[in-house]
């Protein structure tokens, strides 16, 4: 299945109109945050970039990136960022290689079947911003002294089959000797953005959701986070930035003050509560409230999402490729240095 993959995108790539972007209050709180950034500093000190960033998802997970934005750190690496979401590692990809987009935001393993096909001008993997995954099991009650066995002989809402949500589930129950095929039941018919509502009118006996869906139930009393798949996974390379290798062969400056704007978002939410965080990237949430924003910020924050640094580590990009293989999605491993460059990443973290 995944190893047509690329021809599937490239198709795609011919035949795709524009992506939209998040919604036009990304595009209009980029701009406000490249203003205030522009109006500190002479306008003929810096020349500004152009760069298409084409997200997989717009999620509080990626708090730190939308701190960055929020903050100005792009701008003040002379790029005038435009983000686009690309709702889907599939599309974000397609946009990468068609060139629509120039930095990619996804899962790595995107990278990695793409280059298994054959791509000459592949992606590179140039910075890592999670290091956890994001999602968690939510049962219809409290659990406090929950464990992965209770799952034997239940139904749970999953994640679509090759998907890295579902990859991950499956790979903690096997880690925990469960058959993910026999000792249990996975839903993988309801479509991602829906799984939140089917729990909640009675379907399954758990559900593994991102946020803000976990918050959202437990908030409605429809259900209670017992794990989080996230620590119980281990450091995965969730998401990942990724460019064309002409285009950071052409580029390098480009790529270094990219990096450079997210590492000092890094360094904010390492620094700051999540308070703090909550109330920085409020504004590309306008339609969650401050306190589900603070709540979602702290569940990420106390389970260490996110890396002090955005080296991709090759003991991270070897795990990935673990789950990968256990997941039956990968015929042939990738070699770590074709894949991933850490320099930008070093150098912004010096």
């Known amino acids: 299945m995944k190893k047509r993959i690329l021809a599937v995108l490239l198709c795609a790539a011919m035949i795709m109109a524009a992506l939209s972007a998040c919604g036009s209050k990304d595009t209009g709180k980029e701009t406000s945050a490249n203003t205030k950034s522009g109006t500190e500093k002479d306008d003929t000190q810096k020349e500004m970039m152009d760069v298409t960033l084409n997200e997989v998802a717009h999620s509080i997970f990626y708090a730190p990136m939308y701190v960055a934005v929020e903050e100005g750190y792009f701008a003040d690496e002379g790029i005038n960022l435009d983000l686009v979401c690309g709702f889907g590692a599939d599309k974000t990809m397609t946009a990468v290689l068609s060139g629509e987009a120039d930095i990619g935001f996804m899962g790595s393993e995107a990278s990695i079947y793409t280059y298994n096909e054959g791509a000459n001008d592949y992606v590179v993997n140039f910075a890592q911003l999670t290091q956890r995954a994001g999602n968690f099991l939510v049962a219809r009650e409290e659990m406090p002294d929950f464990s992965w066995d209770a799952l034997k002989g239940s139904t749970v809402l999953g994640g679509r089959k090759g998907g890295m949500p579902e990859m991950v589930f499956e790979y903690i129950l096997k880690e925990n000797g469960i058959d993910p095929a026999k000792d249990l039941e996975i839903n993988q018919s309801i479509d991602f953005g829906s799984t939140a509502a089917a729990f909640a009118e009675g379907k399954a006996d758990y559900t593994v959701e991102f946020e803000p869906g976990a918050t959202s139930l437990e908030s409605e009393g429809k259900g209670y986070v017992v794990a989080s798949l996230g620590e119980d996974s281990g450091y995965v390379p ?30 904010y939410v390492q620094s700051h509560t999540p308070e703090e965080i909550a109330e920085v990237i409020e504004p590309q949430f306008p339609e969650t409230d401050l306190k589900t924003i603070t709540t979602i910020v702290t569940r990420y924050y106390d389970q260490d999402t996110w890396k002090d640094n955005l080296v991709f580590e090759e003991d991270s990009f070897n795990l990935l490729q673990d789950i990968l293989e256990s997941a039956g999605e990968l015929e042939q491993r990738a070699p770590y240095a074709d894949l991933v460059t850490t320099e930008f990443a070093e150098k912004a973290a010096k």
Request: hydrophobic letters at 30%; a neutral charge.
């Open 238 to 267: 969730y998401t990942a930035y990724s460019a064309k290798q002409s285009y950071i062969e052409k580029n390098p400056d480009v790529i270094q003050g990219f990096t450079n704007a997210l590492q000092k978002g890094m360094d």
